[in-house]
């Protein structure tokens, strides 16, 4: 079959993410095998931990403002200084009173001075990720993720050099956490050169208007990304505090340990849809105003192709389940092979879930979707709350399934029905 110039663009630029993603997964796999073979699965734990607190509000600094930046940009190119420059001033300010926010709260949790340390260190990855996030808008209006994928992979590079160096030492697992803070911003000024030599020129003045249409306009998708975010990372959270089940004779920070490593490779397979989605979106945007035969052949090729690529990775995952674990983290982590094949049968979950999501938010129906993500939110903490303490993390990858599934369903009758009002058929 022969591809057209918008398909092989669409390859070229889940290539580059992926290849940028390889590398990351080189290091913490690096990162992993270093850790809980020279500090034990208690301090893997404490590590997770410190990872987990700004992984899990990653998304609220992120609130939807790429998708709807992406969207206009694309449409409008002359809008990119504005935007970008808009985006940034927001994102620095959210990310500065967030990190003050959780720092406060931390004196809450029962966590030992050296692993509350660690976290209010790691707090400014949300920091970085908000600079990283944000030059991002720009490479993926104009699908030119090869020059992002350059940035992410010099910052990494000096992350793996310090992981290395602060390992021989044995320096306190806070400070090999930190190192991606340090790798962050590298990655941060790669890509803000590069973006420059794009023709962008960001604009850094106060735009009220762009405030405002901005934060509107991506309240929804927001909001959506917050609970989806709680999906995916409060589990690891309630880990750390619930009772943990006396069969399994582990401590919390071991539970969590226990539960990381094999989500962490999870999270590696759910890179496919992600990073295929967002070298579509750009085209979906364009395709939904050339009509609706065109934007509906472009959703019907991702799903096959999301599909049968997350079926083949499930097969294959499942069955390599127990030397992917004891490659990271060996004989300790036993317990973590059933975990990561429970999480490894769901995946095509969420490569339906992606794409239809999208689909929402290219016909601007988007203020649908905080809806379905804050059930599925509930849901999993509630469920979560009550079977931590009976099952502990092989509960937690049960839910983590059930709550994508719920999200599915809601998905497919939001979709029947803004298609309807969009198209009448």
Avoid at 36 to 56: E, H, I, K, N
Avoid at 77 to 105: D, E, H, P
Avoid at 131 to 144: D, G, M, V
Avoid at 398 to 411: A, K, N, P, R
């Amino acid at each position: 079959m022969k591809l057209s110039i918008t398909h092989k663009k669409i390859a070229a630029n889940t290539s580059y993410q992926l290849v940028g993603k390889f590398v990351s997964l080189c290091v913490t796999v690096l990162a992993t095998i270093i850790i809980t073979r020279t500090y034990g699965r208690d301090v893997y734990g404490q590590f997770s931990l410190m990872q987990a607190w700004p992984a899990l509000f990653f998304i609220v600094v992120d609130f939807g403002l790429n998708a709807i930046a992406t969207r206009e940009i694309s449409k409008d190119w002359s809008k990119a200084g504005v935007y970008f420059g808009t985006v940034m001033q927001i994102r620095v300010l959210f990310s500065f009173l967030l990190m003050l926010f959780l720092s406060m709260a931390l004196a809450r949790f029962p966590y030992s001075e050296d692993l509350r340390a660690g976290v209010t260190l790691s707090l400014f990855l949300i920091l970085t990720q908000a600079l990283f996030t944000s030059t991002n808008i720009i490479f993926q209006a104009r699908l030119r993720y090869d020059l992002s994928t350059i940035g992410y992979l010099a910052g990494y590079g000096l992350i793996l050099a310090l992981i290395f160096f602060l390992s021989s030492i044995r320096a306190n697992v806070m400070w090999i956490s930190f190192s991606y803070v340090l790798g962050g911003i590298l990655t941060f000024v790669v890509n803000y050169k590069f973006l420059l030599s794009l023709g962008v020129k960001p604009n850094y003045f106060f735009d009220g208007k762009a405030w405002k249409y901005l934060l509107s306009s991506s309240l929804p998708l927001g909001l959506m990304f917050i609970f989806s975010q709680i999906n995916f990372k409060a589990d690891s959270l309630l880990l750390s505090v619930l009772p943990v089940p006396s069969f399994l004779g582990v401590s919390n920070n071991e539970a969590v340990g226990l539960y990381s490593l094999p989500y962490k490779v999870f999270e590696v397979a759910l890179v496919m849809p992600t990073f295929f989605m967002n070298s579509v979106y750009p085209v979906m945007v364009v395709h939904m105003t050339e009509g609706k035969k065109k934007l509906k052949q472009t959703l019907k090729d991702s799903l096959k192709f999301l599909v049968v690529a997350a079926l083949l990775f499930s097969v294959v995952g499942y069955f390599l389940s127990p030397l992917a674990v004891y490659v990271l983290g060996g004989k300790e982590f036993a317990a973590s092979v059933p975990v990561l094949r429970i999480l490894m049968v769901g995946l095509v979950l969420y490569s339906v879930t992606q794409p239809l999501a999208w689909l929402i938010v290219t016909l601007g129906f988007q203020r649908y979707l905080p809806v379905i993500y804050l059930v599925s939110a509930v849901f999993n903490v509630v469920m979560n709350y009550i079977l931590i303490p009976v099952y502990s993390f092989y509960g937690s990858a049960v839910i983590t399934h059930l709550s994508e599934l719920l999200i599915l369903f809601m998905l497919m009758l939001t979709v029947r029905k803004v298609w309807k009002k969009t198209y009448g058929a």
